[in-house]
């Protein structure tokens, strides 16, 4: 997984609430398009118009944010379907940065599989943000610091140390834990004598 | 002493390992595939040098790219076909249980998991959908994982994952006739919006759960993820074992009985605390339609339409202050894993029977599974549809989804059973109205979003 430390981009306001992973990829995208091809298909709704022209009211075909690798979102981005692809479609078109008051859950833990970093802030502070790429189209991302950088006014954020670690290191989560696989066996091995049923329903169908 | 919640004693009873702050690595205990995603999970499995550890805990099926239309041997596109071969082949090369199209207990992944017994009271759930949480109505914790976790989970059976904070949502009251499980489960999303779940697990009680069937139920654990809530979930009780026993995976003998002492440990205790606490009355409750692109977007069937999103609005082809009720449909859709089990059909169907639906509408019944359809064609339902004037089709996702080329024309109205309502959803430019079944039955009767208080 590629590393993340500092990003310093050109960073775009999606103002609404609730923009939802259908929105982000169509399914039928999802179904039919190689996994690092998807990023002309990001926002399909919003980003083109029926005849298939790009929508010139779009904010990410804007020439000042064309480029985004910031995204300052509003509440419960992401939100819906779990579809991976819906990262895959940002990270397809240079996004590494999502900003939000909240995160849809499903997708919020798919960026951090991918090295793209989802930081949580106050409504206030993103509000703040989106005012500041309306007129100043970027930022910075310290995630050493734990940083946004919007002009020189430093703003902090939070993250579990886990995944930053991750993010930093560069980690492979399934290499992680297939470290602890003598725990994972004795504690199956212990779980089948309390809850027997549920390893002996499996496959035997009356 | 202060108790723990149904939530907490589920999870506890999963975990192998505490990372630190609030994550936990917990055990999997079934892992359902489908054909969206699955090929190509077990074939990333296979191709970092992997095993797949207990394939004994894993199901799959096909359902999101199968083509619904009757007599269908698979997809209806080439495309489809490969994603389903594909789950096939890898399924077999891992030694994991699928249930394939045309055979018994193909349908609805999230449809089949409690019809067959595979998920269970106690149980920690996972699935590439995010309508997984259907399945906390058994009283089990399940949830919808990406592309990368299922990978994870298929080579190791277990999850990192952070423990959420806990929401009881009381649902007092009665109903009153024409107002079923749909309207109380919209009615809350409205009410909390479509973030107020955001970083909970919700536990849905109070007696007008109580009430329900189970069917009903899972009807409200699907749109947990519509709250923003990965986790919904239901104490299991009486209803729950009498669905349960018999069904073909479900534990028998000793071991039934090992496991449902167990289970009737797990309802929260008397004294436990929530973080946060809702109540919905019953009583006063009407039939809910949504009418914008949020299921949060939603309101009496009988009221007008509010004003404050007007690209939703704009989008719906609808005017602030007109009433919902009247506006003309081309589509109706009964089906997806929200409403598509035999209850749904039954109270679809008892709308309908001896009637003719509006001559301009198109309207689909998608039953969730073979044993759903089989079912009903024993009781005879699917001639009431027929007759209606209903295409009587094969089990799958379908017209919810729009993954398998069945789509709603552009700018076409449908009144939907499914979850979602968002722009493009159902097809490009598609308008979705989410309903109840029987909703959704007296729609295509009128022709137009109709009250179902009417035809009772």
Same mark, same amino acid.
């Given at each position: 997984?590629?590393?993340?430390?500092?990003?310093?981009?050109?960073?775009?306001?999606?103002?609404? &609430?609730?923009?939802?992973?259908?929105?982000?990829?169509?399914?039928?995208?999802?179904?039919?398009?190689?996994?690092?091809?998807?990023?002309?298909?990001?926002?399909?709704?919003?980003?083109?118009?029926?005849?298939?022209?790009?929508?010139?009211?779009?904010?990410?075909?804007?020439?000042?944010?064309?480029?985004?690798?910031? $995204?300052?979102?509003?509440?419960?981005?992401?939100?819906?379907?779990?579809?991976?692809? &819906?990262?895959?479609?940002?990270?397809?078109?240079?996004?590494?940065?999502?900003?939000?008051?909240?995160?849809?859950?499903?997708?919020?833990?798919?960026?951090?599989?991918?090295? $793209?970093?989802?930081?949580?802030?106050?409504?206030?502070?993103? &509000?703040?943000?989106? %005012?500041?790429?309306?007129?100043?189209?970027?930022?910075?991302?310290? $995630?050493?610091?734990?940083?946004?950088? &919007?002009?020189?006014?430093?703003?902090?954020?939070?993250?579990?140390?886990?995944?930053?670690? %991750? $993010?930093?290191?560069?980690?492979?989560?399934?290499?992680?834990?297939?470290?602890?696989?003598?725990?994972?066996?004795?504690?199956?091995?212990?779980?089948?004598?309390r809850r027997p049923w549920v390893y002996a329903a499996s496959?035997?169908p009356r | 002493?202060?108790g723990r919640t149904l939530f907490e004693k589920i999870w506890e009873a999963h975990?192998?390992?505490?990372?630190?702050?609030?994550?936990?690595?917990?055990?999997v205990d079934r *892992?359902l595939?489908?054909?969206?995603?699955?090929?190509?999970?077990? /074939?990333?499995?296979?191709?970092?040098?992997?095993?797949?550890?207990?394939?004994?805990l894993?199901y799959?099926?096909?359902?999101?790219?199968?083509?619904?239309?009757?007599?269908?041997?698979?997809?209806?596109?080439?495309?489809?076909?490969?994603?389903?071969?594909?789950?096939?082949?890898?399924?077999?090369?891992?030694?994991?249980?699928?249930?394939?199209?045309?055979?018994?207990g193909?349908g609805i992944v999230h449809v089949i998991g409690p019809e067959l017994g595979i998920t269970q009271p106690g149980l920690t759930v996972v699935c590439?959908?995010?309508h997984t949480c259907t399945n906390g109505a058994l009283g089990e914790v399940g949830f919808?994982?990406? /592309?990368?976790?299922?990978?994870?989970?298929?080579?190791?059976?277990?999850?990192?994952?952070?423990?959420?904070?806990t929401l009881r949502a009381r649902f007092e009251?009665s109903r009153?006739?024409?107002?079923h499980a749909k309207?109380m489960i919209? /009615?809350l999303?409205?009410?909390?919006?479509? /973030?107020?779940?955001?970083?909970?697990a919700v536990e849905y009680a109070g007696e007008a759960i109580r009430a329900l069937d189970m069917e009903a139920r899972l009807t409200v654990c699907n749109l947990s993820i519509?709250?923003?809530a990965r986790i919904g979930m239901i104490a299991p009780d009486e209803t729950t074992y009498a669905f349960l026993r018999e069904r073909p995976f479900a534990p028998r003998g000793a071991l039934w009985d090992q496991a449902l002492a167990w289970w009737k440990t797990l309802p929260s205790d008397p004294?436990a605390?929530f973080?946060?606490?809702?109540?919905?009355?019953c009583?006063?409750?009407?039939?809910?339609?949504?009418?914008?692109?949020?299921?949060?977007?939603?309101?009496?069937?009988?009221?007008?339409?509010?004003?404050?999103?007007?690209?939703?609005?704009?989008?719906?082809?609808?005017?602030?202050?007109?009433?919902?009720?009247?506006?003309?449909?081309?589509?109706?859709?009964?089906?997806?894993c929200t409403n598509s089990r035999l209850s749904d059909?039954r109270a679809?169907?008892?709308?309908?029977?001896?009637?003719?639906?509006?001559?301009?509408?198109?309207?689909?019944?998608?039953?969730g599974s073979?044993g759903v359809?089989?079912a009903?064609?024993?009781?005879?339902? *699917?001639?009431?549809?027929?007759?209606?004037?209903?295409?009587?089709?094969?089990?799958?996702?379908?017209?919810?989804?729009?993954?398998?080329?069945?789509?709603?024309?552009?700018?076409?109205?449908?009144?939907?059973?499914?979850?979602?309502?968002?722009?493009?959803?159902?097809?490009?430019?598609?308008?979705?109205?989410?309903?109840?079944?029987?909703?959704?039955?007296?729609?295509?009767?009128?022709?137009?979003?109709?009250?179902?208080?009417?035809?009772?």
């Open positions: 997984m590629e590393k993340f430390t500092t990003l310093e981009g050109i960073a775009a306001p999606l103002a609404a &609430a609730n923009v939802d992973t259908d929105t982000i990829i169509r399914i039928e995208r999802c179904a039919r398009t190689p996994k690092n091809e998807m990023g002309p298909w990001a926002f399909e709704p919003l980003r083109y118009l029926p005849d298939g022209a790009e929508n010139p009211d779009f904010v990410l075909n804007q020439p000042r944010y064309r480029g985004a690798s910031i $995204l300052v979102c509003g509440e419960n981005f992401g939100c819906g379907s779990s579809r991976e692809m &819906a990262v895959w479609a940002l990270a397809g078109m240079g996004v590494r940065c999502v900003i939000a008051p909240s995160f849809g859950e499903i997708f919020f833990n798919n960026c951090f599989q991918n090295g $793209l970093l989802a930081v949580r802030l106050a409504g206030e502070a993103v &509000a703040r943000l989106q %005012a500041f790429v309306e007129a100043t189209p970027r930022l910075t991302v310290d $995630l050493e610091r734990q940083q946004v950088h &919007a002009g020189s006014e430093p703003i902090a954020f939070e993250i579990e140390p886990l995944r930053k670690r %991750a $993010l930093i290191e560069g980690l492979d989560p399934i290499g992680v834990t297939l470290l602890r696989e003598a725990g994972i066996a004795a504690w199956q091995a212990r779980d089948r004598s496959d035997s | 002493m202060s975990r192998i390992a505490e990372l630190g702050e609030g994550v936990d690595l917990i055990h *892992h595939q489908h054909d969206l995603g699955g090929g190509k999970a077990l /074939a990333e499995v296979r191709s970092r040098g992997l095993r797949v550890r207990n394939p004994e894993t799959a099926t096909s359902d999101h790219v199968v083509s619904s239309a009757p007599g269908r041997s698979g997809g209806a596109y080439d495309w489809a076909n490969a994603l389903i071969d594909s789950l096939r082949l890898e399924t077999r090369r891992a030694g994991i249980r699928l249930f394939d199209v045309g055979e018994d193909q590439g959908d995010s919808g994982i990406g /592309a990368s976790e299922i990978v994870h989970v298929l080579a190791t059976q277990t999850l990192e994952a952070r423990r959420p904070k009251g009153a006739p024409g107002v309207d919209l /009615a999303v409205g009410r909390i919006g479509a /973030a107020g779940g955001v970083g909970y519509e709250l923003g004294q605390k973080d946060r606490e809702v109540e919905l009355d009583d006063a409750l009407a039939p809910q339609v949504t009418w914008g692109t949020s299921p949060e977007d939603v309101i009496d069937v009988d009221g007008r339409i509010p004003g404050g999103k007007p690209d939703a609005l704009a989008y719906m082809g609808l005017a602030e202050g007109r009433p919902l009720a009247g506006t003309k449909i081309d589509r109706v859709f009964i089906g997806s059909l679809a169907s008892a709308v309908l029977k001896g009637r003719k639906m509006a001559r301009h509408v198109r309207a689909w019944v998608v039953p073979m359809k089989r009903a064609e024993a009781e005879g339902l *699917h001639e009431t549809f027929l007759a209606a004037g209903f295409e009587w089709r094969e089990p799958g996702c379908s017209l919810c989804v729009g993954a398998n080329g069945e789509l709603v024309e552009p700018e076409a109205r449908c009144v939907s059973t499914s979850n979602r309502n968002f722009v493009g959803r159902q097809g490009p430019r598609a308008r979705t109205h989410l309903a109840s079944p029987a909703t959704a039955a007296a729609s295509a009767l009128a022709g137009e979003i109709a009250d179902v208080r009417r035809f009772l």
